[in-house]
T-cell receptor
């Protein structure tokens, strides 16, 4: 079983729409959680960390449900520039020795 | 450019040959990671260095793969006796101390094994 599982999509949404991605992880001992963004043919970049209390950064909201072992990312008021692949990332320690990436969820925002 | 750099950017090799890739992390970053990414997949962890010490190695990594970071600065990843299944993008990332989660990735080395 994979450490991290995501629906690969693709998600095609109109500008201004709200879209949500979920991700599940298999190791209940996982400690830290993140969302990375990867544009086509580019390297991944950190989008945001995910905290148990949930966190928000502008139009982006990330939440963690430890009991159900899933992580979510909500994007409000989608922009064309949000088109990318969103990668769910989990580490099994607080020291970041090993990162597990999901397969990524592809988002295309349509004009 | 003060970001992570990787060389070469592309490598085409014949099956059975050895290849070596280089990664130069951001200068003050003590942590360095190697990943492999294939089409439609997320990066797959290969190995991790803190300074010059290799602290983690994926159990999926065969003995044909070896990595070094001799002076805690640049790192090399060598693949011996390449196989067609080794064809992938090899990504290097670095991060700093308490901000380990913010990994800065290089542009990658695309390996094609024919």
């Amino acid at each position: 079983r994979k450490e991290v599982e995501q629906d690969p999509g693709p998600f095609n949404v109109p500008e201004g729409a709200t879209v949500a991605f979920n991700c599940t992880y298999s190791n209940s001992a996982s400690q830290s959680f993140f969302w990375y963004r990867q544009d086509c043919r580019k390297e991944p970049k950190l989008l945001m960390s995910v905290y148990s209390s949930g966190n928000e950064d502008g139009r982006f909201t990330a939440q963690l449900n430890r009991a159900s072992q899933y992580i979510s990312l909500l994007i409000r008021d989608s922009k064309l520039s949000d088109s990318a692949t969103y990668l769910c990332v989990v580490t099994t320690s607080n020291t970041g020795n090993q990162f597990y990436f999901g397969t990524g969820t592809s988002l295309t925002v349509i004009p | 450019d003060t970001g992570v750099s990787q060389n070469p950017r592309h490598k085409i090799t014949k099956r059975g040959q050895n290849v070596t890739f280089r990664c130069d992390p951001i200068s003050e970053h003590n942590r360095l990671y190697w990943y492999r990414q294939t089409l439609g997949q997320g990066p797959e962890f290969l190995t991790y260095f803190q300074n010059e010490a290799q602290l983690e190695k994926s159990r999926l990594l065969s003995d044909r793969f070896s990595a070094e970071r001799p002076k805690g600065s640049f790192s090399t990843l060598e693949i011996q006796r390449t196989e067609q299944g080794d064809s992938a993008m090899y990504l290097c990332a670095s991060s700093l101390g308490a901000h380990f989660y913010e990994q800065y990735f290089g542009p990658g080395t695309r390996l094609t094994v024919t």
